[in-house]
């Protein structure tokens, strides 16, 4: 039986050489530069919208005219602010091109 079993010096030697492959592969991992990719966003143009006349509204009632015109106002903010965070993406973009 013993005629069988492998030679132990190929299995210690065979197990350097798959340590050895593993050293490689994460040491080759190490060595590269990470680059960031930061792609600039559009800045999109603000859509022209109707006016609203108070005649228009006469037949609204001013609880529901002051929903309208609150409505308004948070969606002209909202827009403001998708406005400041695509500027300000956009400038640190720019500034890691650098």
């Given at each position: 039986?013993?005629?069988?079993?492998p030679d132990a010096?190929?299995?210690?030697?065979?197990?350097?050489?798959?340590?050895?492959?593993?050293?490689?592969?994460?040491?080759?991992?190490?060595?590269?530069?990470?680059?960031?990719?930061?792609?600039?966003?559009?800045?999109?143009?603000?859509?022209?919208?109707?006016?609203?006349?108070?005649?228009?509204?006469?037949?609204?009632?001013?609880?529901?005219?002051?929903?309208l015109a609150e409505?308004?106002?948070?969606?002209?903010?909202?827009?403001?602010?998708?406005?400041?965070?695509?500027?300000?993406?956009?400038?640190?973009?720019?500034?890691?091109?650098?």
């Open positions: 039986m013993a005629d069988c079993e010096g190929y299995r210690v030697r065979g197990m350097k050489i798959v340590w050895v492959a593993i050293l490689a592969a994460l040491l080759a991992g190490c060595a590269g530069r990470t680059v960031y990719i930061c792609p600039e966003l559009p800045e999109p143009a603000r859509p022209s919208v109707p006016t609203l006349l108070a005649d228009g509204l006469s037949c609204v009632s001013d609880a529901d005219a002051d929903r409505r308004e106002r948070r969606i002209i903010e909202y827009s403001e602010d998708l406005e400041t965070i695509i500027r300000t993406h956009n400038r640190n973009c720019r500034g890691r091109d650098e």
